[in-house]
């Protein structure tokens, strides 16, 4: 009963042990604190950068060109705007040389908003980092694709973008890791124990050592892999990171009127599974892409063209995009955010409106 926090440090600590992962580092990520949202306590091979995100991304990218394998973290995805340049010449690399340069380097930076972070704590990334081709770029939303996802990351050779929905870094998964103690309350509490460091003031914590699951394996998630997550025949649903939560629970909730929803996490935003969506399209026949990016320029805007272009004769309804809104930032009042992103009333709001729409 891995949260995503703990189920990407045992990742971590698989990768430190078996996967060449020679350095984690960035802003506070070593000790004492292990990350601002606690992602890399415990790890040997974590440290502490300066508060320099330029230099942080620049740092990883050298290790990369000399072939050590880093997870270098931006505390919060609203900082890495001045390291485009960097991640441009890093998605680059490895195409231009034809593979003689390979950059197995792999950026983790929390993303979207969900916690209240006001406008310099709830920016959303997906839509900038897909414009930077070269990349693989994932984004879970459960423990379980947590782990794999940072496995796949650290098993790959092209720079990896590794998009973490800050508002779910604390949800317990209900699919078990392999190696991670039983899914009940016991085996949380045990979870726990092995993995979470006491309070840094406490006592606890002067001699505190992890103690990690003996049976990790290198259980990996393929990038361009989605995952049907509630299956459906009137309308299909896209979406990923901490909406694909909300849009499991408005289907569940429009089931019981009778309204069939698919509901499909992507995954994997660079490569992404156009034929997981293609065929759910097809047999629904009315799409609506969710995330929660300004609606301006957004990645959900690439997959509606597609199904434009190669589903325009057999859509019953225009396909949708239900994005964020296009302002500069997220405030800090409940109202303010809420206006500003998806909620699960516009979900459902969008996915009666489609149905009703008559082909």
């Given amino acids: 009963m891995a949260n995503l926090a703990q189920a990407i440090r045992m990742a971590l600590h698989y990768g430190e042990e078996n996967l060449d992962l020679e350095h984690i580092f960035g802003e506070d990520v070593g000790p004492p604190l292990g990350g601002a949202f606690t992602v890399t306590q415990g790890l040997s091979k974590s440290w502490n950068s300066p508060l320099d995100e330029r ?26 705007y001045n390291t485009i340049d960097l991640l441009k010449l890093a998605g680059m690399s490895t195409w231009s040389t034809n593979g003689d340069w390979m950059t197995p380097m792999t950026i983790m930076t929390p993303v979207g908003a969900g916690i ?42 092209n720079p990896t973008l590794y998009l973490l929905p800050k ?42 050592k992890p103690k990690w699951p003996v049976g990790l394996t290198d259980y990996s998630v393929p990038f361009g892999k989605g995952k049907i997550v509630r299956e459906g025949d009137q309308v299909t649903v896209v979406t990923y990171g901490r909406h694909v939560l909300i849009a499991r629970d408005v289907a569940d909730q429009l089931k019981q009127e009778g ?28 799409v609506i892409f969710v995330n929660e990016d300004t609606e301006v320029t957004n990645f959900g805007e690439h997959l509606l063209r597609r199904t434009v272009e190669e589903h325009f004769y057999t859509l019953h309804a225009r396909p949708r995009l239900l994005a964020g809104a296009f302002v500069p930032g997220i405030g800090l009042a409940d109202p303010l955010e809420i206006a500003s992103v998806p909620q699960g009333s516009d979900i459902e709001r969008a996915i009666r409106e489609i149905i009703a729409e008559a082909p």
Avoid at 181 to 206: C, F, N, W, Y
Avoid at 262 to 272: A, N, T
């Fill in 55 to 80: 230099g942080i991304v620049g740092a990883a990218l050298g290790l990369a060109y000399a072939n050590v394998r880093a997870v270098a973290e931006i505390q919060f995805c609203d900082y890495i």
């Fill in 259 to 286: 309204i069939s929803v698919e509901v499909i996490d992507l995954r994997s935003l660079w490569p992404y599974d156009w034929e997981m969506i293609s065929q759910s399209i097809a047999k629904t026949k009315r």
């Fill in 116 to 157: 209240r972070g006001s406008i310099y704590h709830s920016h959303s990334f997906d839509a900038t980092a897909t414009h930077i081709p070269g990349f693989k770029i994932v984004m879970p939303s459960n423990a379980l694709d947590a782990y794999g996802m940072m496995i796949s990351c650290l098993k790959e050779n």
């Fill in 167 to 208: 508002a779910l870094i604390r949800a317990d998964g209900d699919e078990q890791i392999p190696g991670e103690p039983p899914l009940t309350p016991e085996g949380k509490k045990q979870l726990r124990e092995m993995v979470d460091m006491p309070i840094v003031t406490s006592t606890a914590h002067k001699d505190w």
